[in-house]
Protein backbone atom coordinates (compact mmCIF):
# COMPACT_ATOMS: atom_id res chain seq x y z
CA UNK A 1 0.00 0.00 0.00
CA UNK A 2 1.22 3.73 -1.11
CA UNK A 3 1.79 6.22 1.64
CA UNK A 4 -0.04 9.80 0.99
CA UNK A 5 2.23 12.86 2.61
CA UNK A 6 -1.03 13.57 4.13
CA UNK A 7 -3.43 10.33 4.31
CA UNK A 8 -3.23 6.28 4.35
CA UNK A 9 -5.01 3.98 1.89
CA UNK A 10 -6.81 2.87 4.76
CA UNK A 11 -7.88 6.49 5.77
CA UNK A 12 -8.92 6.52 2.11
CA UNK A 13 -11.04 3.70 2.53
CA UNK A 14 -12.57 4.50 6.11
CA UNK A 15 -13.95 7.66 4.52
CA UNK A 16 -15.11 6.19 0.83
CA UNK A 17 -17.24 3.60 3.40
CA UNK A 18 -18.43 7.17 4.96
CA UNK A 19 -19.07 8.80 1.87
CA UNK A 20 -19.68 6.76 -0.74
CA UNK A 21 -23.01 8.19 -2.34
CA UNK A 22 -22.66 11.17 -0.42
CA UNK A 23 -21.35 15.60 -1.27
CA UNK A 24 -17.82 14.61 -2.17
CA UNK A 25 -17.34 18.50 -2.01
CA UNK A 26 -15.56 19.06 1.45
CA UNK A 27 -11.77 19.46 2.34
CA UNK A 28 -11.15 16.38 3.37
CA UNK A 29 -13.32 14.58 0.22
CA UNK A 30 -11.34 16.67 -2.38
CA UNK A 31 -7.81 15.50 -0.70
CA UNK A 32 -9.71 11.67 -0.71
CA UNK A 33 -10.76 11.91 -4.09
CA UNK A 34 -7.29 13.13 -5.46
CA UNK A 35 -5.55 10.66 -3.46
CA UNK A 36 -8.13 8.15 -4.96
CA UNK A 37 -7.49 9.15 -8.55
CA UNK A 38 -3.87 8.12 -8.20
CA UNK A 39 -3.96 5.00 -6.24
CA UNK A 40 -5.59 1.35 -7.96
CA UNK A 41 -5.80 -0.28 -4.24
CA UNK A 42 -8.06 2.24 -3.21
CA UNK A 43 -10.07 2.89 -6.74
CA UNK A 44 -10.41 -1.07 -6.52
CA UNK A 45 -11.85 -1.18 -2.69
CA UNK A 46 -14.10 1.73 -4.12
CA UNK A 47 -15.68 -0.42 -6.84
CA UNK A 48 -16.06 -3.26 -4.88
CA UNK A 49 -18.15 -1.83 -2.39
CA UNK A 50 -20.05 -0.20 -4.85
CA UNK A 51 -20.52 -2.91 -6.19
CA UNK A 52 -21.86 -4.69 -3.16
CA UNK A 53 -24.32 -1.79 -2.81
CA UNK A 54 -25.39 -2.74 -6.25
CA UNK A 55 -25.79 -6.75 -6.10
CA UNK A 56 -28.33 -5.96 -2.74
CA UNK A 57 -30.41 -3.59 -4.40
CA UNK A 58 -31.15 -5.87 -7.32
CA UNK A 59 -31.62 -8.44 -5.31
CA UNK A 60 -35.36 -8.87 -4.55
CA UNK A 61 -37.98 -11.21 -2.58
CA UNK A 62 -41.06 -11.13 -4.10
CA UNK A 63 -44.43 -11.75 -2.29
CA UNK A 64 -46.44 -14.63 -2.63
CA UNK A 65 -50.23 -14.77 -3.26
CA UNK A 66 -51.05 -16.47 -0.06
CA UNK A 67 -48.96 -13.69 2.10
CA UNK A 68 -51.09 -10.87 0.01
CA UNK A 69 -54.11 -13.25 0.93
CA UNK A 70 -53.04 -13.19 5.05
CA UNK A 71 -52.02 -9.79 5.14
CA UNK A 72 -55.54 -8.06 3.90
CA UNK A 73 -57.14 -10.83 6.07
CA UNK A 74 -55.05 -9.98 9.17
CA UNK A 75 -56.76 -6.23 8.39
CA UNK A 76 -60.06 -6.76 7.86
CA UNK A 77 -59.47 -5.74 4.41
CA UNK A 78 -60.07 -8.96 2.48
CA UNK A 79 -63.28 -7.76 1.23
CA UNK A 80 -61.90 -4.47 -0.29
CA UNK A 81 -60.19 -7.00 -3.28
CA UNK B 1 -56.11 9.21 -8.47
CA UNK B 2 -53.11 9.70 -7.21
CA UNK B 3 -51.37 9.00 -3.82
CA UNK B 4 -52.05 11.90 -1.50
CA UNK B 5 -55.58 11.72 -2.95
CA UNK B 6 -56.13 8.13 -2.11
CA UNK B 7 -54.05 8.78 1.54
CA UNK B 8 -56.87 11.74 1.88
CA UNK B 9 -59.92 9.33 1.53
CA UNK B 10 -57.90 6.57 3.98
CA UNK B 11 -57.55 9.20 6.95
CA UNK B 12 -61.99 9.82 6.14
CA UNK B 13 -62.46 5.42 6.68
CA UNK B 14 -61.66 4.64 3.33
CA UNK B 15 -61.62 1.02 3.58
CA UNK B 16 -61.13 0.41 -0.06
CA UNK B 17 -58.65 3.39 -0.35
CA UNK B 18 -56.60 1.48 2.49
CA UNK B 19 -56.65 -1.44 0.94
CA UNK B 20 -55.09 0.55 -2.08
CA UNK B 21 -52.33 1.56 0.24
CA UNK B 22 -51.44 -1.55 1.48
CA UNK B 23 -51.65 -3.21 -2.70
CA UNK B 24 -49.03 -0.10 -3.40
CA UNK B 25 -46.94 -0.62 -0.85
CA UNK B 26 -46.76 -4.71 0.26
CA UNK B 27 -44.18 -5.49 -2.16
CA UNK B 28 -41.45 -3.07 -0.63
CA UNK B 29 -42.51 -3.52 2.62
CA UNK B 30 -41.95 -7.57 2.21
CA UNK B 31 -38.49 -7.42 0.80
CA UNK B 32 -37.04 -4.76 2.87
CA UNK B 33 -38.52 -6.78 6.21
CA UNK B 34 -37.39 -10.04 4.51
CA UNK B 35 -34.31 -8.34 3.91
CA UNK B 36 -33.54 -7.93 7.54
CA UNK B 37 -35.30 -11.28 9.37
CA UNK B 38 -33.86 -13.60 6.48
CA UNK B 39 -37.04 -15.68 7.36
CA UNK B 40 -40.48 -16.02 5.00
CA UNK B 41 -42.55 -16.47 8.40
CA UNK B 42 -41.19 -13.57 10.36
CA UNK B 43 -41.02 -11.11 7.41
CA UNK B 44 -44.68 -12.04 7.26
CA UNK B 45 -45.78 -11.28 10.28
CA UNK B 46 -43.64 -7.64 10.64
CA UNK B 47 -45.23 -6.87 7.40
CA UNK B 48 -48.27 -7.38 9.13
CA UNK B 49 -47.59 -5.46 12.07
CA UNK B 50 -45.85 -2.56 9.94
CA UNK B 51 -49.58 -1.88 7.83
CA UNK B 52 -51.51 -2.55 11.02
CA UNK B 53 -49.66 0.49 12.29
CA UNK B 54 -50.46 1.93 8.76
CA UNK B 55 -54.20 1.19 9.34
CA UNK B 56 -54.52 2.43 13.10
CA UNK B 57 -52.60 5.59 12.63
CA UNK B 58 -53.50 7.09 8.90
CA UNK B 59 -55.27 9.46 10.40
CA UNK B 60 -52.32 10.89 12.28
CA UNK B 61 -49.84 11.03 9.07
CA UNK B 62 -49.20 14.62 8.53
CA UNK B 63 -47.69 14.12 4.74
CA UNK B 64 -44.63 16.06 5.70
CA UNK B 65 -42.50 12.83 4.38
CA UNK B 66 -43.56 10.58 2.08
CA UNK B 67 -45.77 7.35 3.09
CA UNK B 68 -43.04 5.29 1.55
CA UNK B 69 -40.46 6.37 4.48
CA UNK B 70 -42.73 6.66 7.38
CA UNK B 71 -43.51 2.84 6.45
CA UNK B 72 -39.70 2.71 6.05
CA UNK B 73 -39.34 3.39 9.66
CA UNK B 74 -42.36 1.45 10.83
CA UNK B 75 -40.94 -1.73 9.27
CA UNK B 76 -37.38 -0.96 10.16
CA UNK B 77 -38.17 -0.26 14.11
CA UNK B 78 -40.87 -3.81 14.29
CA UNK B 79 -37.53 -5.61 12.54
CA UNK B 80 -35.53 -4.33 15.53
CA UNK B 81 -37.68 -5.27 17.77
CA UNK B 82 -38.21 -8.75 16.45
CA UNK B 83 -34.80 -9.49 16.48
CA UNK B 84 -33.41 -8.17 19.73
CA UNK B 85 -36.34 -10.62 21.61
CA UNK B 86 -34.34 -13.47 20.01
CA UNK B 87 -30.93 -13.54 21.05
CA UNK B 88 -29.77 -16.73 20.63
CA UNK B 89 -28.32 -16.16 17.47
CA UNK B 90 -24.42 -15.25 17.39
CA UNK B 91 -23.36 -12.60 14.89
CA UNK B 92 -20.10 -11.80 13.43
CA UNK B 93 -18.10 -9.18 15.72
CA UNK B 94 -17.73 -5.97 13.67
CA UNK B 95 -15.35 -4.02 16.04
CA UNK B 96 -12.24 -4.82 15.06
CA UNK B 97 -11.67 -1.97 11.72
CA UNK B 98 -8.30 -3.37 10.79
CA UNK B 99 -9.85 -7.05 10.49
CA UNK B 100 -12.66 -5.83 8.35
CA UNK B 101 -10.45 -3.83 6.12
CA UNK B 102 -7.75 -5.96 4.84
CA UNK B 103 -5.25 -4.25 1.79
CA UNK B 104 -4.37 -8.00 1.32
CA UNK B 105 -8.10 -8.75 0.41
CA UNK B 106 -8.37 -5.84 -2.30
CA UNK B 107 -8.70 -7.27 -6.13
CA UNK B 108 -10.62 -6.44 -8.82
CA UNK B 109 -13.81 -6.75 -9.19
CA UNK B 110 -16.30 -8.54 -12.05
CA UNK B 111 -20.31 -8.63 -11.76
CA UNK B 112 -22.63 -8.71 -14.75
CA UNK B 113 -25.65 -6.37 -13.00
CA UNK B 114 -28.20 -8.02 -15.81
CA UNK B 115 -27.19 -11.38 -14.57
CA UNK B 116 -28.13 -10.47 -10.81
CA UNK B 117 -32.16 -11.19 -11.22
CA UNK B 118 -31.64 -14.70 -12.51
CA UNK B 119 -28.83 -15.97 -10.66
CA UNK B 120 -30.36 -18.18 -7.47
CA UNK B 121 -26.98 -19.26 -6.65
CA UNK B 122 -26.01 -15.23 -6.04
CA UNK B 123 -29.28 -15.31 -4.38
CA UNK B 124 -27.85 -18.04 -1.81
CA UNK B 125 -24.68 -16.17 -1.56
CA UNK B 126 -26.21 -12.68 -0.64
CA UNK B 127 -28.09 -14.52 1.86
CA UNK B 128 -25.28 -16.01 3.83
CA UNK B 129 -23.53 -12.79 3.73
CA UNK B 130 -26.09 -10.94 5.09
CA UNK B 131 -27.46 -13.53 7.63
CA UNK B 132 -24.02 -13.08 9.68
CA UNK B 133 -24.38 -9.29 10.14
CA UNK B 134 -25.94 -8.16 13.11
CA UNK B 135 -29.60 -7.03 12.34
CA UNK B 136 -28.77 -3.67 13.44
CA UNK B 137 -26.13 -2.99 11.00
CA UNK B 138 -28.82 -4.79 8.34
CA UNK B 139 -30.99 -2.13 8.89
CA UNK B 140 -28.78 0.63 8.79
CA UNK B 141 -27.31 -0.88 5.45
CA UNK B 142 -30.87 -1.29 3.91
CA UNK B 143 -31.95 1.63 4.73
CA UNK B 144 -28.79 4.28 3.93
CA UNK B 145 -27.72 2.47 0.84
CA UNK B 146 -30.68 0.27 -0.56
CA UNK B 147 -33.52 2.52 0.08
CA UNK B 148 -31.66 5.91 -0.46
CA UNK B 149 -32.31 7.06 3.15
CA UNK B 150 -29.79 10.30 4.15
CA UNK B 151 -27.51 9.80 7.17
CA UNK B 152 -29.82 11.73 9.39
CA UNK B 153 -32.93 10.38 7.96
CA UNK B 154 -31.54 6.66 8.95
CA UNK B 155 -30.14 8.09 12.30
CA UNK B 156 -34.24 9.56 13.00
CA UNK B 157 -35.95 6.25 11.86
CA UNK B 158 -34.36 4.44 14.45
CA UNK B 159 -33.52 6.30 16.81
CA UNK B 160 -29.41 6.33 16.29
CA UNK B 161 -26.49 9.35 16.18
CA UNK B 162 -25.30 10.35 12.46
CA UNK B 163 -21.97 8.68 14.11
CA UNK B 164 -23.30 5.74 15.28
CA UNK B 165 -24.67 5.64 11.91
CA UNK B 166 -21.77 6.18 9.78
CA UNK B 167 -19.78 3.80 12.12
CA UNK B 168 -22.32 0.80 11.43
CA UNK B 169 -22.44 1.78 7.59
CA UNK B 170 -18.58 1.90 7.33
CA UNK B 171 -18.52 -1.41 9.42
CA UNK B 172 -21.59 -3.35 7.32
CA UNK B 173 -20.07 -2.50 3.73
CA UNK B 174 -16.93 -3.60 4.47
CA UNK B 175 -18.07 -6.39 6.35
CA UNK B 176 -20.23 -7.84 3.42
CA UNK B 177 -17.84 -6.51 0.74
CA UNK B 178 -15.49 -9.43 2.10
CA UNK B 179 -17.64 -11.93 2.42
CA UNK B 180 -18.63 -11.41 -1.46
CA UNK B 181 -14.67 -10.77 -1.87
CA UNK B 182 -14.16 -15.12 -2.86
CA UNK B 183 -17.53 -14.68 -5.37
CA UNK B 184 -16.33 -11.49 -7.35
CA UNK B 185 -13.15 -10.67 -7.11
CA UNK B 186 -10.27 -12.05 -9.03
CA UNK B 187 -6.86 -11.23 -9.62
CA UNK B 188 -5.54 -9.74 -13.13
CA UNK B 189 -3.70 -11.55 -14.76
CA UNK B 190 -0.68 -9.10 -16.44
Same mark, same amino acid.
Given at each position: MKKDHKITCKDVMNHICDTL @?? +?? +? /?PTCTTIKSHLDNCESCQKYYKSISQTILVYKKYEWKISSDSHTKLLDFLGLDDCE | MNENEIIAKAQKGDRAALSKLVKIYEQTVYNFAYKICRDKEKAEHTMQETFMSMVKSIDQF? @? #? /? #?LSTWLYTVVSNHCLMMARSNKKHAYTSLDDDDALIDPKSITDWEIAPDKLTENSELGGILDEAIKKLAPDYRVVFMLRDIQGFSTEETGEAIGLSVPAVKSRLHRARAFLRNELNNTFGYEKRS
Open positions: @GE +DL +D /S | S @G #K /S #K
